[in-house]
C-alpha cells in the first residue's frame, strides 16, 4: 500500500515551459487536493477535486489548470511556468464525511524551480 | 469562513524543557483542528486532531493539545522536548463536512531543539 504517491520529486524549468504533476493514490479516497508550500505562508490549496471527473479551484488557483480522468490519479498542470511558481507542491487525498474521523493523507512533495 | 493564526514562526527550546506552540483559530462554526508536523524534505503528518469529543486531545509522540473555546485557542504542547521533535509544525481548520472538507493552515512554526 503505496499511499500517496507523486511525480516528480524535483525539476527544474525555464520560465515559459510547461509541465504536469503527477499525484497517485491506491487508497479509493474520493476526494484529492493540491497544495503549494512557500516559506512563511503555509500551505495553500491550489485545486481540488471531489470525484473523477470534477475539479474546483482552491486559494491561489491562477496559473494552475487540473484534471481528474481517474478516481486514483489527479493531475497539476502548469501551461507557461513563471517564477512566481516555484515552491514545493503537496498532494494529498481523503475519503468524503466527518473531518474529524477521515483524515488528509499527504504525499512526499515535489520541489519544482522555475529558473 | 476559517481561518488559524501561529504566533511564533520560530521557537527554539532546550532538550528536556517544555514546548509549546500557539495556534488561535477564527470560525464561525464549530470547528476541526488539527496539527500536522513536517520533518525535513518530507510531507505532513497528522499529530492530533480536535473534533468536540473531549478538549483535551493526545496526540503521537508525546503531544497534546488543549482546546479552549474562550480563548479560541489550540495550542499544542510537549512535556519534554526531544531532539527528535525537531520539525515544522502547522496547525489547521476545516469546516463542516462537504464543500470537499477542504484544510486552511497556519503560517507554521519551526521548532529547534538545543542540547
Known amino acids: 500500500n503505496a499511499g500517496v504517491t507523486q511525480t516528480p520529486k524535483f525539476r527544474v524549468l525555464k520560465t515559459g515551459q510547461s509541465m504536469t504533476l503527477l499525484c497517485a493514490q491506491d487508497?479509493?479516497?474520493?476526494?484529492m487536493y493540491w497544495y503549494r508550500q512557500d516559506p512563511g505562508m503555509g500551505l495553500r490549496l491550489i485545486h481540488y477535486?471531489?470525484?473523477?471527473?470534477?475539479?474546483a479551484k482552491g486559494e491561489v488557483p491562477d496559473g494552475y489548470n487540473v484534471s481528474r480522468l481517474k478516481k486514483q490519479n489527479f493531475l497539476l498542470g502548469l501551461e507557461s511556468a513563471a517564477p512566481s511558481q516555484t515552491s514545493v507542491y503537496f498532494c494529498a487525498s481523503r475519503t468524503p464525511g466527518d473531518p474529524g474521523v477521515n483524515e488528509q493523507f499527504f504525499g512526499p512533495g515535489t520541489r519544482l524551480t522555475v529558473l | 469562513a476559517q481561518s488559524v493564526t501561529q504566533l511564533g514562526s520560530h521557537v527554539s527550546v532546550s532538550e528536556g524543557a517544555l514546548v509549546l506552540l500557539r495556534c488561535n483559530y477564527s470560525s464561525s462554526v464549530p470547528p476541526y483542528l488539527f496539527w500536522y508536523v513536517q520533518y525535513p524534505n518530507q510531507g505532513l503528518q497528522l499529530l492530533l486532531k480536535y473534533t468536540s469529543a473531549a478538549t483535551l486531545v493526545k496526540g503521537i509522540n508525546g503531544f497534546e493539545a488543549e482546546f479552549k473555546k474562550s480563548e479560541t485557542s489550540f495550542h499544542l504542547t510537549k512535556p519534554s522536548a526531544h531532539m527528535s521533535d525537531a520539525a515544522e509544525y502547522f496547525c489547521a481548520v476545516s469546516g463542516p463536512t462537504g464543500g470537499g472538507n477542504k484544510l486552511t493552515f497556519g503560517t507554521g512554526t519551526q521548532l529547534k531543539v538545543e542540547l
Open positions: 477535486s471531489v470525484g473523477e471527473g470534477t475539479t
Open positions: 487508497m479509493n479516497h474520493e476526494y
